[in-house]
Each structure stands twice: as structure tokens, then as C-alpha cells.
């Protein structure tokens, strides 16, 4: 059974850095997209961003020029780098993977999850 964790988050100031990591275990395939998602609370799950397995990519107007996707194919892993980070992005942040690119970049159907880590951002 195909496994995904999370791994980087935590706390950090406005305007720091992290980078997430997540890798993926068991049957997986590296034609599969991988993405990320983030749920802040008293909000639902929104997509953050993904990267197809040609290494295409695509972010929410929110982190566009300051998250960065990318994955490792032979390693099953993806990364996001996030910098210039603010009090809004405070969030858990889920790894995703999916066969079909149209559904991670909206809800993920069909696809899996990882358990999340957290990201906090103090103002």
C-alpha cells in the first residue's frame, strides 16, 4: 500500500524560510502527479501546488513567487520550498499524489494523502 510523509514543518518568523519534504512508499509510480495542499482552521482544505511527472507545474495565485515545487522521481519525493513565508500560510500542510493531473490540482479525488505536518507563522 502506497504511503506518503511529511516531513520540515514547524515554526518559523514572517518572512523565513522551510522546505517540506514528502516521500513516498510502497506500489507508487513515477508518472504520478504530486502536489500539496494546506488547511488552516476553520477553513477547508485548499490547494497549494503540483508538479506533473514531466516536471509541469502549477500554484495558487496565494504562493506564486514565493513556494517552489519539486520532485525527485527516482527518490518517489517531493519538496516545496517556501520562502517570504507570512502568518497566513499557517496551516497543515498535506502531501498529495494522483494518477490524473486535473484532479490534484483541484480536490485530489482518487488520490492519496499523507498525514500532514504543521507550518505555523508568527507575525
Known amino acids: 500500500q502506497v504511503q506518503l510523509v511529511e516531513s520540515g514543518g514547524g515554526l518559523v518568523q514572517a518572512g523565513g524560510s522551510l522546505r517540506l519534504s514528502c516521500a513516498a512508499s510502497g506500489r507508487t509510480f513515477s508518472t504520478w502527479a504530486m502536489g500539496w495542499f494546506r488547511q488552516a482552521p476553520g477553513k477547508e482544505r485548499e490547494f497549494v501546488t503540483a508538479?506533473?511527472?514531466?516536471?509541469?507545474?502549477s500554484s495558487a495565485n496565494s504562493v506564486k513567487g514565493r513556494f517552489t515545487i519539486s520532485r525527485d522521481n527516482a527518490k518517489n519525493t517531493v519538496y516545496l520550498q517556501m520562502n517570504s513565508l507570512k502568518p497566513e500560510d499557517t496551516a497543515v500542510y498535506y502531501c498529495?499524489?494522483?494518477?490524473?493531473?486535473?484532479?490534484?490540482?483541484?480536490?485530489?479525488?482518487?488520490?492519496?494523502w499523507g498525514q500532514g505536518t504543521q507550518v505555523t507563522v508568527s507575525s
Open positions: 508538479i506533473s511527472w514531466s516536471g509541469d507545474s
Open positions: 498529495a499524489v494522483n494518477v490524473r493531473w486535473s484532479r490534484i490540482r483541484t480536490t485530489n479525488d482518487g488520490g492519496i
